[in-house]
């Protein structure tokens, strides 16, 4: 379960996040982060809270029970979608990003179709295998990604003075589209939608996790907003696309085979998108799967209604790749960020007509 | 007793002729030379020994059956003894009664009364040394190719009552017997019941050894990767049995196959229980490293050579492009060449008797590799790595799975190919996504566990 949570997280670092805090950096970034923490814990807590009434059912089997069909196939299909967005935002930011700082020459829709062709197998494999996949890769990265942060963090060019300086922004309000930007980082609780079937026995969610959960969050918060501001400067910082990985770029390793921690940074968080991207779209897939089923769509006694939609997905991916450039591509997903709050709200009335249906 | 129709008869004690039982066995092996009825006659005792001479211990015959039979006073007294013997078994009917004798058991009719006794010549029953997983310490015997002995040992090492030994009847031609063991506490039903039904579903003509049974019981045709370990070591099957796993045993085939396992058992020696804990950690941990190497070094070079040299740092980059210098072909070219090459040197050195093969080697390892990068048809870097993926592929316990591993780097050099660094990391993460996905009799084949360290201890 905390991988879930912990590999969205740490997602965020590459993805457009940073980017979008550093752009309203001025405007009451570091109020609406504390708020989005202390929101976004308080949401994935009543989330377990509300998904352990339900232990070991999913989240469309749990309203297919309770709600009536012209309520549960909208939700379902929103959420589908939504997490269709946020698995291909994933993925085009991680795609820019490799072709801007490794290979140049490679184009565009054959990074991607790597990428497509190795989640697609990961799509259609068991849930739990998934679980596990998640939890083998996160644990052989996190040294190497906890080396990396230890690294950037006690670089000599890391200038405290900036962080000062942005710190010094403490009263002004909040912005509506940093709180929410900042809460993206909280999500990754929203996957025990497909997942909590795993879940068999009650989810412990007591203050001890609560803390964890808020610790890792305000260090990764802090860490995504601040180090940037460090080593570039607090008036430039807007300026840069990637603000993240130019960090990693001013970071040296004298004595590495590898010298410059950009690589080893681009390639770590390579696993990483490729977890987050992974868990997105195969919880799109299960829910898309659980409302449509294609009786005609059949090949030697398989159903091929998951094939169908795997398909699908690679296919929107590599046409969009095409079409949509870097500044589009922040466009769009601050736009998603932005309605993300409807999502949770969604999922709270969702949960609790079926909590007072069921009478639990 | 049993005639061809199946009726049920009692057959009278008439001198000198074999009981009908016996006329109609000798016909059903179709008057096979090495089948015997042989009279046993003293004053007014008299009796019938039935059996296959080729499979049934002579000597041990005279002494247990045939010289009692003439020591003792009346057919009571024989009788009795004959039914006191430690090797009697059930008397078996038609087809099973026939399956018996053919595997060396000796029909005996007393007056009225038949009893069957295993009188097995063994010819295989020595235990081996130990070749295929080899230890410093730790026992040094591995298993016999004779189904007793194996169980012997077992039984010896692992003295729990709660062990069960279940005897199976494979249905194909050779009519070997199976043997599955257990520790009856330990083990876990489901898989149990997963394997039971496994075994009663199969239907092949020929099983030879436990190497293609273990094949016959894997659930996917197309697989790439052992789902049951293949053992010599009795003291490997005794740890795994303590663990609660399955150990099938043949008969006729030294290696037991252990069921069901995960990932990590193939990387365990057995080695690492006789050492101290940061010994056994060090080895555990260079195993695990030389895995890695071996499946990521040759695809490492394309995508470093071909796609992305800047990762590297200057002197190494530079290095690297000049000892490729003059090289007439793109690096992927190179490696599959190089590795081609090795496999056909490992190929050879296995097929080979031991007096040629290390000729083989000198010349494919020494010469080959310097006459190549002279020509310049490799490069000086390329030979280094193709000998240590050669070494580190070695460095894998389980033969089975060093197999799979070396096809597996095939498969991530081709993505690599295609796409590069990025082909590289996500054809990695593709193999172990491969490797979680799969199932041994139901159990998750990689997944890491947390509740106790110790490898094995896990279903």
Request: hydrophobic share 50%; glycine share 4%; with cysteine.
């Amino acid at each position: 379960m905390y991988y879930l949570i912990f590999v969205t997280m740490v997602t965020n670092i590459i993805a457009t996040v940073p980017r979008i805090l550093v752009i309203e950096s001025k405007k009451g970034v570091i109020f609406s982060m504390i708020a989005a923490l202390l929101i976004g814990v308080v949401l994935t807590y009543f989330v377990i809270q509300l998904f352990n009434k339900f232990s070991g059912q999913s989240f469309p089997n749990i309203l297919k029970k309770y709600s009536p069909r012209w309520f549960y196939v909208p939700v379902i299909l929103y959420f589908a979608i939504s997490w269709f967005i946020a698995g291909i935002i994933t993925l085009f930011t991680y795609v820019f990003l490799f072709t801007t700082f490794v290979s140049i020459e490679t184009s565009l829709v054959i990074t991607t179709l790597a990428f497509v062709i190795i989640v697609s197998f990961g799509m259609l494999m068991k849930s739990e295998s998934v679980l596990h996949t998640v939890e083998i890769v996160f644990l052989l990265l996190l040294p190497v990604i906890l080396f990396l942060f230890v690294k950037i963090m006690t670089d000599e060019n890391l200038n405290w003075g900036f962080v000062q300086v942005a710190m010094m922004n403490i009263n002004t309000t909040p912005s509506y589209m940093s709180f929410s930007a900042a809460s993206y980082l909280f999500i990754g609780v929203v996957n025990i939608v497909i997942f909590n079937s795993f879940f068999k026995d009650k989810l412990k969610f007591g203050f001890k996790q609560v803390t964890i959960i808020g610790t890792v969050g305000a260090v990764v918060l802090f860490i995504t907003y601040f180090v940037p501001i460090g080593f570039n400067g607090f008036e430039q910082i807007e300026h840069l696309n990637f603000p993240w990985v130019s960090t990693s770029d001013s970071v040296r390793m004298k004595f590495g085979v590898i010298e410059r921690v950009i690589f080893i940074f681009v390639i770590i968080f390579l696993g990483i998108s490729f977890l987050s991207l992974l868990i997105h779209w195969h919880v799109s897939l299960k829910l898309l799967e659980s409302i449509f089923h294609f009786k005609k769509l059949k090949w030697k006694k398989k159903n091929l209604t998951s094939y169908f939609f795997v398909i699908l997905f690679c296919g929107i991916s590599l046409f969009l790749v095409t079409r949509i450039d870097e500044f589009e591509l922040f466009k769009y997903a601050s736009i998603f960020y932005n309605i993300l709050p409807l999502f949770y709200f969604i999922l709270f009335l969702s949960l609790f007509v079926a909590k007072r249906r069921a009478k639990l | 007793m049993f005639s061809r129709n199946g009726v049920f008869r009692l057959c009278a004690n008439e001198k000198q002729t074999a009981p009908e039982l016996m006329e109609n066995i000798f016909e059903k092996l179709n008057r096979s030379e090495d089948v015997l009825t042989i009279p046993l006659q003293l004053e007014n005792n008299n009796a019938f020994i039935l059996y296959l001479k080729t499979v049934v211990d002579g000597v041990k015959l005279q002494n247990i059956i045939i010289k009692p039979f003439f020591e003792l006073k009346s057919m009571e007294f024989f009788s009795s003894y004959i039914q006191s013997l430690p090797d009697i078994v059930k008397m078996k009917t038609g087809e099973e009664l026939l399956i018996q004798l053919m595997k060396g058991h000796v029909l005996i009719a007393i007056q009225d009364k038949f009893f069957l006794v295993d009188i097995k010549m063994i010819t295989a029953g020595s235990p081996q040394q130990a070749v295929l997983e080899p230890t410093i310490y730790g026992p040094q015997l591995a298993l016999s190719e004779s189904i007793e002995t194996n169980m012997n040992m077992i039984r010896n090492r692992y003295a729990e009552p709660s062990l069960i030994i279940e005897s199976v009847q494979l249905t194909d031609k050779t009519h070997q017997s199976m043997v599955l063991l257990y520790d009856k506490k330990k083990v876990k039903q489901s898989v149990l019941d997963a394997l039971r039904l496994k075994i009663e579903g199969m239907d092949n003509t020929l099983v030879e050894s436990s190497g293609d049974l273990q094949l016959l019981l894997n659930s996917t045709k197309f697989s790439l990767f052992p789902t049951m370990i293949l053992t010599e070591r009795p003291d490997r099957i005794t740890y795994n049995l303590s663990n609660g796993k399955i150990i099938i045993m043949m008969d006729g085939s030294p290696q037991a196959i252990v069921a069901p396992v995960i990932f990590f058992d193939f990387m365990v020696s057995m080695e690492d229980n006789y050492h101290s804990y940061w010994i056994s950690l060090f080895t555990l941990t260079l195993r695990y490293v030389g895995l890695l190497t071996c499946i990521l070094l040759p695809a490492m070079y394309v995508a470093v050579t071909s796609y992305t040299p800047d990762i590297l740092r200057v002197e190494l980059a530079l290095s690297v492009a000049g000892s490729r210098l003059g090289v007439p072909y793109p690096s992927f070219i190179e490696v599959l060449f190089m590795l081609l090459f090795m496999e056909f040197l490992i190929e050879s050195s296995i097929r080979l008797p031991k007096a040629i093969s290390a000729t083989a080697t000198t010349v494919g390892g020494l010469i080959l590799g310097t006459a190549a990068t002279e020509a310049a048809l490799t490069s000086n870097i390329m030979i280094i790595i193709v000998s240590a993926v050669a070494i580190t592929s070695f460095v894998i316990p389980i033969s089975e799975m060093s197999f799979a591993i070396r096809i597996c780097r095939y498969l991530l050099l081709a993505f690599t190919t295609l796409f590069g660094t990025v082909g590289l990391m996500l054809g990695f993460l593709g193999i172990i996504m491969y490797l979680t996905n799969k199932d041994s009799f139901g159990e998750p084949f990689l997944k890491i566990n947390w509740k106790s360290m110790k490898r094995e201890k896990e279903v």
